[in-house]
């Protein structure tokens, strides 16, 4: 009989312990991140394309119309009145345009466009075009190379640093006047033409860009699958963070030159817009990263991240709250901060390269992305 219940006792154990095994098994498997699966991911693309590409490619075009619009004026009745509207005007342009470098990829690549919009000039060639021979139409303006175009060259006619009566009298009194009121207004009109197209690429009615990012399958040469997507958004991120850190800060810094500041390499110095110009950049990455414009989080890149790594999203939102506030923390002009402020410059500087680190290792691992090659690497 003893022998019975010792059997019996030891019968129950075991069953007590594999059911205390199994309970162990089944808290941890709760606890435990759960990788969303294809359906949720396809959920943040469409968010990320509806909440923040189109309505961001929207802006562009908008404020390129009024650009336009506000050049025609200054070229029609050049006033200070109206050369404060234009350069405005220009300013509020780059806001949602330096807001959409991060997804700066499809359409503006393959169609050319980045560089037609936004690419240095040499302002040697621009003074040429002013006192050449060809007629200055939108046609003209479209032929020439990206070095003598873009958002660059509009600055380069509406802006001298402070000096708004040297830009005044360009327009008045100049020999050329005529030539630079009517580049001005080609240049502008060029533009607008650019962002249009730019626009229609993406948009669902017109363009199949939007549909391609959102709907991967085997039979869509540029997305086969939704990780495909998910890394060239990761990918775009990272290489933005980078390109703010060594070539928009450390460039100018002197990074390059030994530690001597270079302010001739700043991206906007006519307009002193380099500053606003970083700002919008980083606001750019977070508004894929939250999947909004509005600084909160939706349907973004941050809802696959807090599913795994709820510690890794809140880092990423600190790192881009820091990197904005710090680079807003310049002084201005930029020119003059890079070399009596190298302090806050540095400042920005290290908290870029820290929203780089995390977007490149925490959120590349948390997610299982691949990191491709950066032709900004080690510059």
Not at 120 to 126: F, L
Not at 156 to 169: E, K, W
Not at 278 to 304: C, E, F, H, K, P
């Amino acid at each position: 009989m003893r022998a019975l219940l010792s059997r019996w006792s030891r019968v129950a154990f075991a069953s007590s312990f594999a059911a205390a095994l199994v309970a162990l098994v089944l808290v941890m498997a709760t606890c435990a991140p759960v990788p969303l699966g294809d359906g949720e991911k396809r959920v943040v693309v469409r968010g990320i394309a509806e909440a923040v590409i189109l309505p961001t490619l929207d802006d562009v075009v908008a404020r390129a119309e009024a650009m336009t619009a506000a050049n025609e004026q200054l070229a029609t009745t050049p006033s200070q009145a109206n050369l404060d509207a234009a350069q405005d005007a220009w300013r509020a342009a780059r806001i949602p345009w330096k807001e959409g470098e991060a997804f700066a990829f499809g359409p503006a690549m393959d169609l050319r466009i980045v560089a037609a919009i936004d690419q240095t000039i040499d302002a040697t060639k621009v003074e040429m075009e002013i006192v050449g021979t060809g007629t200055l139409s939108e046609s003209y303006v479209d032929s020439l190379g990206a070095n003598r175009k873009g958002f660059h060259a509009i600055e380069y006619l509406l802006f001298r640093g402070d000096d708004d009566a040297d830009v005044l009298v360009s327009l008045t009194t100049d020999a050329q006047v005529a030539r630079r009121r009517d580049l001005l207004v080609a240049l502008s009109q060029n533009l607008e033409r650019k962002t249009t197209e730019l626009r229609s690429a993406w948009a669902i009615d017109g363009g199949q860009y939007i549909t391609k990012l959102a709907e991967p399958g085997s039979s869509n040469n540029a997305y086969p699958t939704i990780k495909a997507v998910i890394d060239t958004l990761v990918n775009e991120s990272v290489f933005l963070s980078e390109l703010i850190a060594n070539n928009k800060l450390g460039k100018p810094m002197g990074t390059a030159s030994g530690g001597t500041p270079q302010p001739e390499l700043e991206e906007s110095g006519p307009s002193d817009n380099s500053i606003a110009d970083m700002a919008g950049n980083l606001r750019s990455i977070r508004n894929v990263y939250l999947g909004t414009r509005t600084g909160a989080a939706d349907r973004g890149i941050s809802q696959l991240v807090a599913a795994q790594s709820p510690e890794t999203d809140q880092a990423v939102r600190d790192a881009l709250d820091g990197a904005i506030r710090a680079v807003e923390a310049i002084p201005r002009p930029y020119r003059t901060a890079l070399v009596e402020h190298q302090s806050d410059v540095e400042a920005a500087h290290e908290a870029v390269k820290t929203l780089k680190r995390i977007l490149a290792t925490e959120v590349v691992a948390v997610l299982g992305a691949t990191l491709k090659f950066n032709d900004n690497d080690g510059d």
